[in-house]
């Protein structure tokens, strides 16, 4: 079954610097979306991606965010300058269509900001 | 996991009996609603949807159930298997954003 992969699966970083967490959704999907989940804190949106723009964003989803689909198959989250508070795992999610369409989510990467 | 430390509910089944987790959602403008298992170290994963014009969908072993006058949603487990073991969620959508809202959770434990 075609699932939603993501890379690396930990990523620890001092806080200032820039990471790139990176997903390839499934190939025939055509919406995109970014997920994080705090320790202990529930699921929350931050962004969807269709046709190469944001479609939506959360107010988390802040000028240090931004999002990229460089080719056919990756789609990246970019976290320009971390903080602390940036640390939680990351999912990736795929939808084949918009609207009543599930989402396929990836594992995560989990980001430790130090 | 991410979900210690969250304060869930915890429902606790013998394996072979059914498992029924329920879920109060908030927006009267929610019209399409999912229910996902998320396992430790893992994303959550799709186990069924229900669109706001049905009151029940089934799927293998699996039933949801949806009360939109009250804001309530249900997951009936048949049969529950200790590969059921895990932390599930509802999650709804209003038909006019992307966004998909997350509840709390559930833990779910089967014991033998």
């Known amino acids: 079954e075609p699932e939603v992969t993501q890379t690396p699966s930990h990523q620890v970083t001092q806080m200032g610097q820039e990471v790139i967490l990176r997903c390839v959704p499934i190939?025939?999907?055509?919406?995109f979306y970014w997920y994080r989940q705090i320790l202990g804190q529930k699921v929350e949106f931050l962004v969807s991606?269709?046709?190469?723009?944001?479609?939506?964003k959360s107010e988390i989803f802040d000028d240090q965010f931004s999002v990229e689909r460089p080719d056919g198959s990756n789609f990246t989250l970019k976290i320009r300058s971390t903080k602390l508070e940036d640390s939680a795992m990351y999912f990736c999610?795929?939808?084949?269509?918009?609207?009543?369409?599930?989402?396929?989510f990836g594992n995560g990467t989990r980001l430790t900001v130090t | 996991g991410e979900n210690v430390g969250l304060h869930l509910p915890t429902l606790s089944v013998q394996e072979g009996d059914n498992s029924i987790i329920n879920c109060a959602y908030s927006n009267s403008a929610s019209d399409y609603f999912i229910w996902y298992k998320q396992e430790s170290g893992k994303g959550p994963q799709f186990i069924i949807d229900?669109?706001?014009?049905?009151d029940k969908r089934q799927g293998q072993r699996v039933t949801v159930l949806l009360n939109k006058t009250v804001k309530h949603l249900s997951l009936q487990i048949a049969a529950t298997q200790p590969g059921d073991s895990a932390v599930y969620f509802c999650?709804?959508?209003?038909?006019?954003?992307?966004?998909?809202?997350f509840g709390t959770g559930t833990r779910l434990q089967v014991f033998p």
């Open positions: 190939s025939n999907h055509l919406y």
């Open positions: 999650a709804e959508k209003a038909y006019n954003t992307d966004k998909l809202i």
């Open positions: 991606f269709y046709n190469n723009e944001i479609s939506e």
């Open positions: 229900i669109r706001s014009n049905m």
């Open positions: 999610a795929s939808s084949v269509g918009y609207g009543n369409s599930p989402l396929h």
